[in-house]
């Protein structure tokens, strides 16, 4: 999971996850101007090195570079991973 997670990217959307607008005037600036980014699926902290999976089924819309269906199924494992609970306290490096 970690040489695969380490060369893989997001793009984190806001309504990444399906959000509902509620027809209000926020909404509307969203729906005109979304807020798009693109980031690495694992994050690096940079003073202890410590690496953190930085996928959100909320906003992250898709992996990038790949088919969607291979996009779905590389957030499916993520988020099996993140959710295992055996795993919490595990390092990354470990896996």
Aim: charged share 30%; aromatic share 8%; net charge positive.
């Amino acid at each position: 999971m970690r040489s695969l997670a380490d060369t893989l990217k997001a793009e984190h959307r806001f309504n990444g996850g399906g959000y509902q607008p509620r027809n209000n005037k926020f909404d509307e600036r969203i729906a005109v101007n979304p807020l798009v980014s693109i980031h690495p699926v694992v994050r690096v902290h940079p003073e202890t090195g410590e690496r953190a999976l930085f996928v959100n089924p909320g906003f992250v819309s898709r992996i990038i570079d790949v088919s969607p269906e291979e996009s779905r199924l590389k957030l499916e494992d993520c988020g099996s991973y993140s959710r295992d609970k055996r795993r919490f306290n595990e390092p990354m490096a470990t896996i």
